[in-house]
């Protein structure tokens, strides 16, 4: 009798775990289809504050390299502005389950970005500004396959 209801009750926490675990993945997939742009992106200039604390601002200069979805008028080769946040490593720990901070992007890197539009700040000469739509999801690296026209024509220039 004992052994039956311990097969019971690990039986429903297994279940329950794993409802956890497909809502949370759930989620993350529905920020991401619901960003407003989805654009394959490269960091020109990352401004950390000098100071961190345990959550800190951080805005980044992306090159659009190819527009996968967007619903604003972005085009290949356009610079736009991105706010996103970082956590330092020890917050992170503490944290726990919580949803994942975004890694902080260092100039360079070349990924798909997830993003919502932002209120413009600076003028109207500024660049577009835009904030993460996936939390800790926002940024990914490139996926493997077939890279977009231009990343190749990059490339391909570089490399003669």
């Given at each position: 009798m004992f052994q039956v209801h311990s097969i019971r009750i690990a039986t429903v926490a297994v279940i329950a775990g794993l409802s956890?675990?497909?809502?949370?993945?759930?989620?993350?997939?529905?920020?991401?289809?619901?960003?407003?742009?989805?654009?394959?992106?490269?960091?020109?200039e990352a401004q950390v504050p000098p100071v961190q604390e345990e959550r800190y601002d951080v805005l980044y200069r992306m090159e659009v390299i190819s527009v996968l979805r967007s619903t604003s008028p972005l085009k290949p080769g356009d610079t736009i502005d991105v706010r996103s946040y970082a956590m330092s490593p020890e917050a992170m720990e503490r944290s726990g389950m919580e949803p994942k901070a975004p890694a902080l992007l260092a100039p360079g890197w070349l990924g798909v970005a997830?993003?919502?539009?932002?209120?413009?700040?600076?003028?109207?000469?500024?660049?577009?500004?835009?904030?993460?739509?996936?939390?800790?999801?926002?940024f990914e690296d490139i996926p493997p396959g077939p890279p977009s026209l231009r990343w190749t024509e990059e490339v391909e220039v570089r490399t003669e």
């Open positions: 956890v675990l497909w809502g949370n993945a759930q989620a993350e997939q529905d920020l991401k289809a619901g960003a407003a742009a989805q654009l394959e992106v490269r960091v020109l997830y993003l919502n539009p932002a209120p413009r700040s600076g003028g109207p000469e500024a660049p577009p500004q835009f904030a993460i739509a996936a939390e800790g999801d926002s």
